[in-house]
């Protein structure tokens, strides 16, 4: 095994193999594939803190409930694309039970993963109006949705949220919508990398905005609930997690099983719309697609080109855990705390060894442990801190990636599965904090 920190002539190897000129705007993906070449070359295990992979079993409900469908023959049969009645319903009540919203069973359609509901969304958004084209994102956020629009085509504007909380969030937003031209806005609650979590003071002024300037708010959910510095997940008792679908009929919400259902490997989510959207009608949408209602163009044209439907048994399979958790029989936020602990406990390995959290403040209070959290060093970039880290076995993904204005990486949690893994974190950022003096 090579000695730690590795030579530089490893990481440079990595890097020209995949083609990568700057590991700033390297992929989770990406980031992923140079650890895993780096630890062939050198023998040694890294740290993988890039890529968002459940590190909790997958419920069992849901497991129990795609094997009886697969049972009873579901595979042979092209799944219908407005998803199983039941899916749909168990859709409306967990978004009630956990969002305090009111959303009907028909605007609760099936997706494969939230991956695939932001994809379609961000195409059929940008379809409505000839003058209103651009997503707007509120950064730092999921890397791979930046990626869509730019292969779409689609052109986007975005704003640091680091910046621009409370009473600033307002004008900032508004100096984008005025233009005219800004179809969608997109963020995720709690915030992919930051973990910041917007208020719903905040989000009334997502809404309002929204509804002013005719513009679609596509609200990603994927860490529903997962604001652990409140008592979330209590069905149908507040408080709720906090939506722009209370302030608005301009929404459309991502609710994957991902994250909250450790249900990634199977690609199921739902893409939630308001009735007032949902029947919505485009006329742009009616000459382009003889299709002009919007609920029915995002399911027979953007869905059915994409994929043509989503698998059946992981529809029932997300029918079976929604029931579950909004029955009060599966309790997915006390599960999912887990990765509060293990943020807390990395947190202060890193706090010791020099790091300082970039997304520090939410507001007044200390930004929540949870799924993320991001941390720079000293004057390094982005690019130079990853690197460095690199060296030293740990794997992770740069702020530029996200859209972030600030330098640093994205640290997840979900991958130290082991309790020597935390061992391993404190003495390889021991070894970086020596050789960083």
């Known amino acids: 095994m090579m000695k730690i920190p590795f030579d530089r002539s490893c990481l440079r190897s990595a890097l020209e193999r995949m083609d990568i000129a700057d590991i700033a705007q390297a992929t989770i ?159 995720s609650n709690p915030n992919n990398p930051a973990w910041v979590c917007l208020t719903e003071e905040e989000l009334r002024t997502i809404g309002e905005l929204a509804t002013k300037y005719d513009t679609v708010v596509i609200e990603d959910l994927a860490y529903l609930c997962m604001d652990f510095r409140k008592p979330l997940g209590r069905p149908f008792e507040p408080p709720y997690q906090a939506t722009v679908a209370r ?79 909004a029955d009060g029989e599966l309790d997915f936020v006390g599960e999912a705390s887990e990765y509060a602990r293990r943020a807390r406990l990395t947190k202060e390995a890193f706090l010791r060894h020099g790091f300082r959290i970039v997304y520090d403040k939410d507001r007044d209070e200390a930004v929540s442990d949870g799924f993320f959290y991001t941390v720079g060093y000293g004057t390094m970039t982005s690019a130079e801190l990853l690197s460095e880290l690199l060296l030293c076995g740990i794997c992770a993904i740069s702020l530029t990636s996200t859209g972030s204005r600030q330098h640093g990486i994205r640290v997840c949690v979900s991958q130290l599965n082991r309790p020597e893994q935390f061992d391993l974190l404190e003495e390889r950022l021991r070894i970086f904090a020596e050789t960083h003096k």
């Open 29 to 187: 993906r990406q980031s992923g594939d140079i650890a895993r070449m780096m630890e062939r070359e050198t023998g040694a295990e890294f740290l993988h803190l890039e890529m968002g992979v459940p590190g909790l079993p997958p419920e069992r409900v849901g497991v129990e409930a795609e094997c009886a469908a697969l049972q009873e023959g579901v595979a042979s049969r092209y799944p219908a694309m407005q998803g199983i009645p039941e899916l749909k319903k168990q859709a409306s009540r967990f978004l009630e039970a956990f969002l305090g919203v009111e959303i009907a069973p028909e605007g609760c359609v099936p997706t494969v993963g939230s991956m695939q509901g932001s994809f379609a969304a961000f195409l059929m958004c940008s379809q409505f109006d000839p003058a209103k084209n651009k997503i707007l994102f509120i950064d730092p956020g999921f890397p791979v949705q930046r990626s869509q629009v730019r292969i779409l085509g689609i052109p986007s504007e975005s704003f640091d949220i680091y910046d621009f909380r409370g009473e600033k969030l307002g004008p900032k937003i508004e100096s984008y919508l005025a233009a005219g031209d800004v179809a969608a806005i997109v963020y």
């Open 247 to 325: 302030y608005t009929q301009n929404y459309i919400l991502l609710v994957s099983g991902s994250k909250i259902f450790s249900y990634a490997g199977q690609r199921i989510a739902v893409a939630a719309l308001s009735e007032t959207l949902r029947r919505r009608d485009y006329p742009a949408l009616r000459r382009r697609y003889n299709i002009g209602r919007l609920g029915d163009a995002f399911v027979l044209v953007f869905l059915y080109a994409a994929s043509s439907g989503t698998s059946h048994s992981a529809q029932h399979a997300l029918a079976a855990m929604f029931r579950a958790a």
